[in-house]
Nanobody, 123 residues
Framework: QVQLVESGGGLVQAGGSLGLSCAAS????????MAWFRQAPGKEREFVAA????????YYEDSVKGRFTISRDNAKNTVFLQINSLKPEDTAVYYC????????????????WGQGTQVTVSS
């Protein structure tokens, strides 16, 4: 089992920046890729970004490229999501997930999930 704990959400004005963290209790074969998803009220959970522990290879959903940056600290088993130029439409609960990474952007491919952290962007 891998436990994930997110932190760093909050209320931010549009145009601001925010950093999210996700601490994993372990890194295993079944959690070789870490990802961030988000879910806005009334909408489905959507993929945001992902990073592979070993190679550091990153993946982004097209709409967040250039504003979101995912990174990892292998020594601390922690993944980060830096969000710049926040927009009201970025308001959502952001979830950290861990999985084998066979289909990077597919939520059902991830076996482990954090509890989520709320990001609210005011206009």
């Amino acid at each position: 089992q891998v436990q994930l704990v997110e932190s760093g959400g909050g209320l931010v004005q549009a145009g601001g920046s925010l950093g999210l963290s996700c601490a994993a209790s372990a890194r295993t074969f079944s959690s070789s890729i870490m990802a961030w998803f988000r879910q806005a009220p009334g909408k489905e959970r959507e993929f945001v970004a992902a990073v592979r522990w070993n190679s550091g290879l990153t993946y982004y959903e097209d709409s967040v490229k250039g504003r979101f940056t995912i990174s990892r600290d292998n020594a601390k088993n922690t993944v980060f999501l830096q969000i710049n130029s926040l927009k009201p439409e970025d308001t959502a609960v952001y979830y950290c997930a861990a999985g084998r990474g066979l289909r990077v952007g597919v939520a059902s491919e991830y076996a482990y999930w954090g509890q989520g952290t709320q990001v609210t962007v005011s206009s």
